[in-house]
Nanobody, 129 residues
C-alpha cells in the first residue's frame, strides 16, 4: 500500500519560513507524482505545488509562486520537501501531501485534488500576523 506522512508544520510569524516534509512509501517504481495541498477552515482543499518523481517537473499555484519551493531530498529519495518562505496569514491551513501514478504530461494537473489517489494525514501551519 502507498503511504504518505507529512510533517514540519508549526506556528510562524508572517514573513517567516517553514519546511514541510513528506515521506512516501509503497511505490514499486520511481514514477509517480506528489502533490502538496492545503485546506483552511471553511475553504475547499487547494493545490499548492506538485512534483513528478521521474523527471522532477514541478508546478505551483499562483498564490505561492516565488515563495514556495518543492523538491526531492537528494539523499533520502522517498522524502519530498516543501520550503515555504515569506509566509502570509492566508497561508495558514492544514497541509497535506498526496500521490498518484502519473497520467498527465504537465505537472500542473496534479494541483487538482481529484487527481490524487493516496493521501497522508495533514500537518498544521499557523501564521501569525
Amino acid at each position: 500500500d502507498v503511504q504518505l506522512q507529512a510533517s514540519g508544520g508549526g506556528l510562524v510569524q508572517a514573513g517567516g519560513s517553514l519546511r514541510l516534509s513528506c515521506v512516501v512509501s509503497g511505490f514499486i517504481y520511481d514514477d509517480y507524482a506528489i502533490g502538496w495541498f492545503r485546506q483552511a477552515p471553511g475553504k475547499e482543499r487547494e493545490g499548492v505545488s506538485s512534483i513528478r518523481s521521474s523527471d522532477g517537473a514541478v508546478s505551483y499555484a499562483n498564490s505561492v509562486k516565488g515563495r514556495f519551493t518543492v523538491s526531492r531530498d537528494t539523499a533520502k529519495k522517498a522524502v519530498y520537501l516543501l520550503q515555504m518562505n515569506n509566509l502570509k496569514p492566508e497561508d495558514a491551513a492544514v497541509y497535506y501531501c498526496a500521490a498518484v501514478l502519473p497520467g498527465y504530461d504537465s505537472p500542473c494537473h496534479y494541483l487538482r485534488p481529484d487527481t490524487m489517489e493516496n493521501w497522508g494525514k495533514g500537518t498544521q501551519v499557523t501564521v501569525s500576523s
